[in-house]
């Protein structure tokens, strides 16, 4: 299974867990602000409550996120569902921004009318510093295995773990000093809460919004990808290498520098190599690696040079002449012409090269010029008693009886 795979399920399983525990807390945690809060006349507290209860809805998008991201890719998501896990991340800082909103206008209704503000139970500051440390334990356990699988949502979730903390931290400041006889610090507490609920709330999905953009992997995760490439045996250079943001996971394309002479299958096997290694990266989630024969970022791609269809024409006709036929015609298309290599059959060792006489009727500087060719190289396959019949797969260990180069 790759790696990306295994910590995916492992991700789940984790984001799973934590947001369980999450929505345990939080389910306690809310109604005790909320009814203490009320009791006790503590505005700040109530705000906190709300909080509360904006964290459990995001604990539920979490799970739904959560669940369905993991899901195969199908004729609607070529390319997998984690995504799920961004749209879930920008809906939580759309809610966090909503929530801090509505804090900020309630204190400011609640601090325009000081007149009308209540004396504060002291209960209101137990439950507020009962709060403060389930929170923060809360942050640290929900980071610990954020961090430990590396998922974007859990950390953010986790973050907002945290921003509770502090929220909580703020309100039972603004209830001591109430308590003291300050009663304005209350509405300040929830004011302070709001506003840090709201940019927490931008930071998640100003993030979110980034990655949805097709954001790209930072430059040291850039360089990483890069070298898997390059340490591939066979490839010469990388350029036009993108990559995309896919939820926690990237999308990685790139180009290729091969031998322009190698065969195709070859070609795609050092392709399949470097994408194996460059998948081996449990941050990739898929890879398409494209090979090119030169560097097409800097040299300009070959065009009106003669298709296959008519160089083999030309090269049978020209070699009928003579009455030879050949074995293969392998053709590279570079940036500085057309290279065509015309291979003829090999001859057994009891047989005489007969075709000799044929060849020195042909004239291979003609057919060069017909077929606007740079280099044309006739070269023999290695007899059969010395050498594997498909010889022709190497024209390069072929001898050369003839060059028109």
């Known amino acids: 299974m790759p790696s990306a795979a295994i910590e995916s399920a492992e991700k789940h399983r984790v984001a799973r867990k934590s947001t369980f525990v999450s929505i345990a807390l939080n389910t306690v945690l809310m109604a005790l602000q909320i009814i203490i809060g009320v009791f006790a006349h503590s505005q700040a507290l109530v705000a906190d409550g709300i909080h509360s209860l904006a964290d459990l809805i995001s604990d539920l998008v979490v799970l739904f996120a959560n669940r369905h991201s993991g899901a195969k890719p199908d004729a609607d998501h070529n390319y997998g569902h984690s995504r799920y896990e961004t749209v879930a991340s920008l809906f939580l800082g759309a809610l966090l921004i909503a929530v801090g909103f509505g804090m900020l206008w309630r204190a400011g209704t609640r601090l325009a009318d000081l007149h009308s503000i209540p004396a504060v139970h002291l209960s209101a500051l137990v439950v507020a510093v009962l709060v403060l440390i389930s929170k923060e334990s809360l942050f640290r356990y929900m980071l610990r295995e954020a961090q430990r699988v590396r998922s974007a949502m859990l950390i953010a979730n986790a973050w907002h773990a945290r921003s509770d903390a502090a929220s909580s931290l703020v ?51 850039t360089a990483d990808m890069r070298a898997l490439l390059l340490s591939t045996p066979g490839v010469r250079d990388v350029h036009e290498m993108r990559t995309r943001k896919m939820g926690d996971f990237a999308l990685v394309d790139a180009h290729i520098l091969v031998d322009p002479l190698i065969s195709v299958s070859e070609g795609h096997y050092i392709a399949e190599t470097a994408r194996l290694r460059v998948l081996s990266d449990n941050r990739v989630l898929d890879a398409l690696i494209h090979v090119d024969p030169e560097n097409d970022a800097v040299a300009h791609p070959p065009v009106g040079l003669p298709l296959r269809e008519r160089v083999v024409a030309e090269v049978n006709a020209a070699l009928a002449a003579g009455g030879v036929k050949a074995a293969a015609v392998n053709i590279h298309y570079l940036s500085t012409g057309l290279d065509v290599e015309v291979v003829l059959p090999a001859q057994s060792s009891q047989v005489p090269d007969n075709d ?26 290695l007899n059969a008693t010395s050498a594997p019949s498909r010889a022709a797969d190497d024209p390069r260990k072929a001898t050369a009886p003839h060059s028109a180069t």
Do not use: H, N, Y
């Open 171 to 221: 309100v039972a400041l603004g209830i001591l000093g109430s308590l003291a006889g300050v009663r304005l610090l209350d509405p300040i507490a929830a004011a302070i809460v709001g506003f840090m609920v709201a940019r927490m709330g931008w930071m998640f999905g100003w993030d979110a919004l980034q990655d949805l953009s097709d954001r790209a992997l930072d430059e040291a995760a």
């Open 356 to 381: 000799a006489q044929g060849l020195a009727r042909i004239d291979f500087a003609a057919l060069k010029r017909r077929l606007g060719a740079r280099k044309l190289d006739v070269l023999r396959e």
